[in-house]
């Protein structure tokens, strides 16, 4: 049964902290994600990693960066958490059997409010 | 700006009707998926359209990519309280594009099926 695996279900954080949000995969996929997820706006991509220590925005980077640094781990980082970043979290991977043409598969989700 | 407009954004229909959700571009997508996700969870891939004009089914649900590949349709026969949920469309690599697994998200639509 695959996996992905986020750290936390549910997180609350006060303004400017700096968040951690981690994401593990036991498929051995090569590209994982960091997608938010607000009501009426779908799911946005934050950030996505194609590699280890490969990196790449997304759609909304501001506000946060991640790494990569094992294939099967992608942490998101809130360098200083503000009240407008409280949202859901999905963490995704998938592995591209043909370009274009693949599945992704997410963990549960962290909803995380910053107060 | 969205690129994959989805409607309609609500459905509150009575168990046993028939309901079809829209997703539409401007852009032509290389494939066209759609999920469907639960309260308190990840998204879930029910089905990847790939050819334009392809029609897929699976059970109840019929899904369809338009000929263009800019488009495409669920249509539910016959709900049940169990498809109640959020349905995502999910565009992978638009032409001229590059992939890594990238897929751009619509809004999403909230069925609710009452019994």
């Known amino acids: 049964d695959v996996k992905v695996t986020q750290s936390s279900r549910y997180l609350v954080k006060r303004t400017g902290e700096k968040v951690f949000l981690e994401c593990v995969q036991d498929?051995?996929?090569?590209?994982m994600f960091w997608y938010r997820q607000d009501p009426g706006l779908g799911l946005r991509l934050i950030y996505f990693?194609?590699?280890?220590?490969?990196?790449e925005k997304g759609d909304i980077p501001e506000g946060y960066s991640v790494s990569r640094e094992k294939k099967e781990r992608f942490s998101l980082i809130l360098e200083s958490a503000s009240t407008n970043q409280t949202s859901m979290y999905l963490c995704a991977s998938s592995l591209e059997y043909i370009p274009g043409d693949t599945e992704a598969f997410f963990g549960q989700g962290t909803r995380l409010t910053v107060v | 700006t969205q690129l994959l407009e989805q409607s309609p954004q609500f459905l509150s229909i009575q168990e046993g009707e028939n309901l079809t959700v829209y997703c539409n571009s401007s852009s032509v997508f290389s494939s066209l998926q759609w999920y469907r996700q639960e309260p308190g969870e990840g998204p879930v891939l029910l089905v990847t359209?790939?050819?334009?004009?392809e029609v897929k089914k699976l059970k109840r649900l019929t899904f369809q990519f338009g000929d263009a590949r800019k488009d495409s349709s669920l249509h539910i026969t016959a709900a049940q309280p169990g498809d109640t949920g959020l349905y995502l469309c999910a565009g992978g690599a638009r032409a001229g594009g590059t992939s890594y697994g990238k897929l751009t998200f619509g809004q999403g639509t909230i069925l609710t099926v009452h019994p």
């Open positions: 498929m051995d996929h090569e590209n």
């Open positions: 359209v790939v050819t334009g004009g």
């Open positions: 990693s194609y590699d280890v220590k490969m990196k």
